[in-house]
């Protein structure tokens, strides 16, 4: 199989979006699809990129006051029905036990969609004066949301992520932690995944169910879509009065608490594929790249070229790059299209000449440049290669995301726009009749409003005064 029918094996990325994204993430072998309708099995090199998204984030987390536990899969139904708006918003998602151990269950038992019902049950127990405040944790864990259309990664029934909840003593105290963590979303989105995000509050159709506030990130793909990256809620007293989470406070009257939670998804890993990748399958961030610099011996078979492969492989190790070396017995055209394909950051070939020269062939994989280095500065020049392709990402995709964000005066403008494949800033006078108008006439929803821009002085729907400047967008 020669290089050009490896690289056929994916469907053009710009004929076909959806199929090109269908390849990518089957054919690199991030996960295949699991045995029920709309489940995935997520596979070593998809599962590595999502451990190195767990490692930095749990590390920001943890940073931020956050605390890990761990709650129960199954929550009884009864608890569902306490928090009106959030059961009904959850409710067609929502898988359910009815029997077990051979016999009818007393009480249904829901398979966890979200926590926020099972922890702010343990948090009433728990928490019983303002010394116990604030109380910030998070799980990393399995959900279920039984999904009618399903795509690896961006939409399945069952996925992984993590669930932040926390408890205040005061309304003030909760927004900042709503947006703390938003910050912390934001700042990881764009340093580790090298995905510029627009923040903002989510408009009143758009919440989460239960909330009082929505906040999320939003993140452009190749093709013009915007994808919900992750999302952060301010619940008020909504959670804490359906569960009696209470406390004591200095002047011995009890109050309930304010609740916040946050949640991101493995759709991160479908935003890394859909945000950097290309005609030639995956671009990997370094920082999340399994593989960060595969070293592929060139004339194997010639003495000194595995063991001078050996050599680099341990001493990139060493200095702490994730660095394998390929010795399949292959033709090296055939490992370059395959690495190129499953997105490594950097390829070193050596072969016998370049041993005889003390250098090696080194490729990056986001430009496709090719240049020379010499071994003795290998380890270094890697190093600084992978910050520079790090670095070059983020502002690749800055620059291509800007130059799809337009403005809209009126609908047609916000037709044309996201037919165009872009986002699409308008003035919007806060009522759900426009919103809705925009969703059916241009087939976009609201992402999130950006206020702090400035507002425009008219709705670009109906022509009132406008109260937000929001971002429209077809949306994954």
């Given at each position: 199989?020669?290089?050009?029918?490896?690289v056929k094996?994916i469907?053009?990325?710009n004929?076909?979006?959806?199929?090109w994204?269908?390849?990518v993430?089957?054919?690199?072998?991030?996960?295949?699809?699991g045995?029920?309708?709309?489940?995935m099995?997520?596979?070593?090199?998809?599962?590595?990129?999502?451990?190195n998204?767990?490692?930095d984030?749990?590390?920001?987390?943890?940073k931020?006051?956050?605390?890990?536990?761990?709650f129960?899969?199954?929550?009884?139904?009864?608890?569902?029905t306490?928090?009106?708006?959030?059961?009904?918003?959850?409710?067609?998602?929502?898988?359910?036990?009815?029997h077990?151990?051979?016999?009818?269950?007393e009480?249904?038992l829901?398979?966890?969609?979200?926590?926020?019902?099972?922890?702010?049950?343990?948090?009433?127990k728990?928490?019983?004066?303002?010394?116990?405040?604030?109380?910030?944790?998070?799980?990393?864990?399995n959900?279920?949301?039984?999904?009618?259309?399903?795509?690896p990664?961006?939409?399945t029934?069952e996925?992984?992520?993590?669930?932040?909840?926390?408890?205040?003593a005061?309304?003030?105290?909760?927004?900042?932690?709503?947006?703390?963590?938003?910050?912390?979303?934001?700042?990881?989105?764009?340093?580790?995944?090298a995905?510029?995000?627009?923040?903002?509050?989510?408009?009143?159709?758009e919440?989460f169910?239960?909330?009082?506030?929505?906040?999320?990130?939003?993140?452009m793909?190749l093709d013009?879509?915007s994808?919900?990256a992750?999302?952060?809620?301010?619940l008020?007293?909504?959670?804490?009065?359906?569960?009696?989470?209470?406390?004591?406070?200095?002047d011995?009257?009890?109050?309930?608490?304010?609740?916040?939670?946050?949640?991101?998804?493995?759709?991160?890993?479908g935003?890394v594929?859909?945000?950097?990748?290309?005609q030639?399958?995956?671009?990997?961030?370094?920082?999340?790249?399994?593989?960060?610099?595969?070293?592929?011996?060139?004339?194997?078979?010639?003495?000194?070229?595995?063991?001078?492969?050996?050599?680099?492989?341990?001493?990139?190790?060493?200095?702490?790059?994730?660095?394998?070396?390929?010795?399949?017995?292959?033709?090296?055209?055939?490992?370059?299209?395959?690495?190129?394909?499953?997105g490594?950051?950097?390829?070193?070939?050596?072969?016998?000449r370049?041993?005889?020269?003390?250098q090696?062939?080194v490729?990056?994989?986001?430009?496709?440049?090719?240049?020379?280095?010499?071994?003795?500065?290998?380890?270094?020049?890697?190093?600084?290669?992978?910050?520079?392709?790090?670095?070059?990402?983020?502002?690749?995709a800055?620059?291509?995301?800007?130059?799809?964000?337009?403005?809209?005066?009126?609908?047609?403008?916000?037709?044309?726009?996201?037919?165009?494949?872009?986002?699409?800033?308008?003035?919007?006078?806060?009522c759900?009749?426009?919103?809705?108008?925009?969703?059916?006439?241009?087939?976009?929803?609201?992402r999130?409003?950006?206020?702090?821009?400035?507002?425009?002085e008219?709705?670009?729907?109906?022509?009132?005064p406008?109260?937000?400047?929001?971002?429209?967008a077809?949306?994954?």
């Amino acid at each position: 199989m020669d290089g050009k029918q490896f690289v056929k094996e994916i469907a053009d990325i710009n004929e076909n979006f959806t199929q090109w994204y269908t390849d990518v993430v089957t054919k690199t072998e991030l996960v295949d699809y699991g045995p029920v309708k709309g489940t995935m099995v997520i596979r070593p090199y998809g599962y590595a990129i999502w451990e190195n998204i767990q490692k930095d984030m749990d590390a920001r987390f943890k940073k931020a006051g956050s605390k890990n536990a761990y709650f129960p899969l199954l929550i009884p139904m009864s608890y569902f029905t306490k928090e009106a708006e959030h059961v009904e918003g959850f409710a067609p998602e929502v898988a359910v036990v009815t029997h077990a151990g051979g016999a009818k269950l007393e009480e249904p038992l829901a398979i966890r969609p979200t926590s926020e019902t099972i922890i702010g049950t343990m948090y009433s127990k728990w928490i019983q004066s303002y010394r116990d405040l604030p109380v910030i944790m998070n799980q990393w864990c399995n959900v279920m949301r039984w999904e009618k259309t399903t795509r690896p990664f961006l939409r399945t029934s069952e996925f992984l992520w993590q669930e932040g909840h926390t408890v205040h003593a005061s309304e003030e105290e909760a927004m900042e932690e709503t947006m703390r963590m938003l910050d912390v979303y934001r700042s990881f989105a764009e340093e580790t995944l090298a995905i510029p995000v627009f923040t903002g509050r989510k408009t009143e159709k758009e919440k989460f169910a239960g909330a009082v506030a929505t906040f999320g990130m939003e993140a452009m793909m190749l093709d013009g879509k915007s994808l919900q990256a992750g999302t952060s809620h301010y619940l008020g007293q909504n959670f804490s009065k359906a569960f009696d989470i209470k406390y004591l406070d200095k002047d011995s009257k009890l109050k309930y608490g304010y609740t916040t939670s946050w949640g991101t998804s493995t759709r991160l890993i479908g935003a890394v594929i859909m945000a950097h990748g290309d005609q030639r399958g995956l671009v990997l961030p370094p920082k999340v790249a399994p593989i960060q610099a595969i070293i592929v011996p060139v004339a194997a078979h010639k003495g000194g070229v595995n063991e001078k492969a050996a050599e680099i492989e341990t001493a990139l190790i060493n200095a702490g790059v994730r660095a394998e070396t390929d010795r399949r017995d292959m033709s090296p055209g055939w490992k370059f299209n395959e690495w190129e394909m499953k997105g490594v950051p950097v390829r070193i070939e050596i072969g016998p000449r370049d041993i005889e020269n003390n250098q090696a062939m080194v490729f990056r994989r986001d430009t496709l440049e090719k240049t020379t280095v010499r071994l003795d500065n290998l380890v270094s020049e890697i190093n600084k290669l992978l910050a520079d392709i790090q670095k070059n990402m983020l502002e690749t995709a800055k620059k291509r995301r800007d130059e799809r964000v337009v403005r809209a005066n009126n609908l047609e403008e916000i037709l044309k726009g996201v037919d165009g494949g872009n986002f699409v800033k308008a003035g919007w006078c806060g009522c759900r009749e426009c919103e809705d108008k925009v969703k059916e006439y241009a087939q976009a929803t609201s992402r999130v409003m950006v206020d702090e821009e400035g507002v425009p002085e008219k709705c670009a729907i109906c022509g009132k005064p406008a109260k937000h400047l929001v971002i429209f967008a077809r949306a994954y």
